[in-house]
């Protein structure tokens, strides 16, 4: 994946304080996103808890409408920068 990203020509983190951002935010995801999914199946059957993972970009969308000063989401998604 590293090397398509490098052919594309994207831009990878070049000092120390993005690169432990990134590690940072990686390791939320990975232990508080899949770790806690993980953790709530001991009690939730998997097919109640993959929908409820499956709808989380839908709550993402609808919570983004409700925010004020905030670029609208479009029928075809977020306009091109």
């Known amino acids: 994946m590293l090397i398509l990203a490098r052919a594309k020509g994207l831009n990878f983190p070049d000092n ?16 508080g996103g899949v770790g ?3 953790w709530a199946q001991q009690w939730v ?19 983004e409408l409700i925010l004020p000063n905030r670029e609208s989401l479009r029928l075809r998604g977020y306009p091109d920068r």
């Open 16 to 31: 120390i304080k993005d690169i432990r951002k990134l590690s940072l935010v990686g390791l939320f995801l990975l232990f």
């Open 45 to 63: 059957h998997a097919g109640i808890a993959s929908l409820i993972i499956a709808v989380i970009p839908l709550y993402m969308a609808i919570i």
């Open 36 to 38: 806690l999914v993980v």
